[in-house]
């Protein structure tokens, strides 16, 4: 996600191990992508790689591959002057290129030179052969953000546009009950943290997220790893219906197919102390009853819940 840029990045060390394919983003002080801002002392209107589409590491093989189609920028274009050559390097000696001011200009050696469209051009593609295995120590690295893209030129020989490469995890939300969570689903550059926030539709309320986060607080916090699913809960939230003085009572709902409800009660509203009335009762996409027998000269309130 560009909006959260550089903020809350942190080392992903070897918590990529449980993917077998993990997307990374070129971003940098400047900004997502091969910008020249990203570079120590650089002039030029070029740009490149705004999306990291194209880059992606095989955790069987150890394979990292860069190529074409990265989406809107097509690899990298507007050079002050021809391309001569492109590169990976690293490692830097911070994580994510972090040089203890929040920049992203440390400079490293060459790892791997990058196979582009051409030579004498101002904007090209990176293009097929750009897998390299990556030893142990190489690929540690990698996911420290400690390796980046280097595009070489007549003008600028120590790199005119750069970009460090930064693994992405993706995060997958879903609702239990009626409601919503915002953002939504998507994939966010390591250790970002996103922000969830639930919305629980008309007649209904938050009960609690399960999954990768546990817990009641709404908004809640996610720091992305590794991938990650999230849940979150919404039961059923009736208006608390006072029973008259009788011998029993029967209360009704629209019980929706394949959603269980448990009916409770409480003898005392505002104690806040609610007791299960009978079983779990499945819905069946009709008005579901139950009758409650609870005795003589007393005041009963009622309420339904869903449940897994």
Do not use: C
């Not at 750069?162 to 550059?189: D, E, H, K, V």
């Amino acid at each position: 996600m560009k909006e959260l840029l550089l903020a809350g990045l942190l080392a992903a060390s070897v918590a990529h191990l449980n993917a077998a394919i993990i997307p990374f983003d070129l971003m940098g002080t400047a900004g997502p992508g091969l910008l020249p801002g990203n570079e120590p002392a650089v002039a030029s209107g070029g740009t490149g790689g705004e999306i990291g589409v194209g880059i992606v590491f095989d955790d069987a093989t150890s394979a990292l591959t860069i190529n074409a189609g990265w989406g809107s920028s097509q690899g990298f274009t507007d050079l002050s002057s021809l391309a001569n050559n492109s590169h990976l390097h690293g490692p830097t000696a911070a994580n994510f290129g972090n040089d203890g001011t929040g920049n992203f200009r440390q400079s490293a050696g060459v790892q791997f030179t990058l196979t582009r469209s051409g030579n004498a051009v101002t904007g090209g593609t990176f293009i097929a052969p750009n897998t390299f295995t990556l030893t142990a120590a190489q690929t540690t690295d990698l996911f420290n953000g400690k390796y980046y893209i280097n595009i070489h030129t007549v003008n600028n020989g120590g790199g005119e546009l750069r970009g460090f490469l930064i693994p992405t995890y993706t995060l997958t939300l879903t609702t239990n009950g009626n409601g919503s969570i915002a953002p939504g689903s998507g994939t966010f550059p390591s250790g970002s943290n996103v922000v969830l926030t639930a919305t629980p539709a008309s007649g209904y309320a938050f009960s609690g997220w399960s999954g990768a986060v546990t817990g009641t607080n709404n908004p809640i916090s996610v720091t992305m790893t590794n991938n990650k699913a999230v849940t979150g809960n919404f039961v059923f939230s009736t208006n608390s219906v006072p029973a008259a003085i009788a011998l029993a009572a029967q209360i009704g709902w629209f019980a929706a197919t394949g959603v269980n409800y448990q009916v409770q009660g409480a003898d005392v509203l505002n104690s806040n102390v609610w007791f299960d009335l009978g079983g779990r009762i499945p819905g069946n996409s009709a008005t579901n009853y139950y009758y409650d027998p609870f005795g003589t000269n007393q005041s009963r309130f009622y309420r339904v819940m869903t449940r897994p």
